[in-house]
C-alpha cells in the first residue's frame, strides 16, 4: 500500500512537471496574464490611496472589503503610505516570523523609486510599479 502511494506520489509529480513544460510560446501567454493582472493591481491600489486620502482611512484587514485584484492575493492587511515623496500600498500577505506582500508605488516623484519594508528585507521589482517584499 505504501509502495502504491508513493509511486502515484511519484507519477503525479512527472505530470505536474510535464504539464509546467507547455507549447513554445505559452510562457509569453502567461506573461501576458501576470501583466494584466499586476497592471489591475496598480490601478486598484491608485483607486484605494485616493479613496484612503477622502476617507481619511490607511488600514484595511483581511475583514474588509477590497477590490478584486487585492483581494485574490488573500492579504493580512492593506496599508496606504501616503508620504510627499511617494505613494505607496503595502499588500502584506504573509507575517508572523516571516514576512512577504508585495509594495505598489501608485506615485513618486522618483521615476527609479524602490520602496522600502523592514530592515534588510529582499525587495524585488515584480512588474512596473509592483515590488515583491520577503523577510
Not at 502567461?30 to 490607511?58: F, H, P, W, Y
Request: aromatic share 8%; glycine share 8%.
Amino acid at each position: 500500500m505504501r509502495s502504491e502511494l508513493a509511486l502515484g506520489a511519484v507519477a503525479l509529480a512527472v505530470i505536474v512537471a510535464y504539464a509546467g513544460c507547455g507549447e513554445s510560446g505559452g510562457g509569453s501567454r502567461t506573461t501576458v496574464a501576470v501583466q494584466i493582472n499586476m497592471t489591475n493591481l496598480v490601478g486598484e491600489c491608485q483607486k484605494l490611496a485616493e479613496e484612503s486620502a477622502r476617507q481619511r482611512k490607511d488600514f484595511w484587514d483581511s475583514t474588509d472589503t477590497l477590490p478584486p485584484t487585492i483581494a485574490s492575493l488573500s492579504p493580512q492587511h492593506v496599508e496606504v503610505s501616503i508620504r510627499e515623496w511617494a505613494t505607496v500600498v503595502d499588500i502584506q500577505t504573509m507575517g508572523g516570523f516571516n514576512h512577504r506582500g508585495y509594495l505598489v508605488v501608485c506615485s513618486s516623484k522618483d521615476p527609479n523609486f524602490v520602496p522600502q519594508k523592514g530592515r534588510n528585507w529582499r525587495i524585488t521589482k515584480v512588474a512596473p510599479a509592483v515590488f515583491e517584499y520577503r523577510e
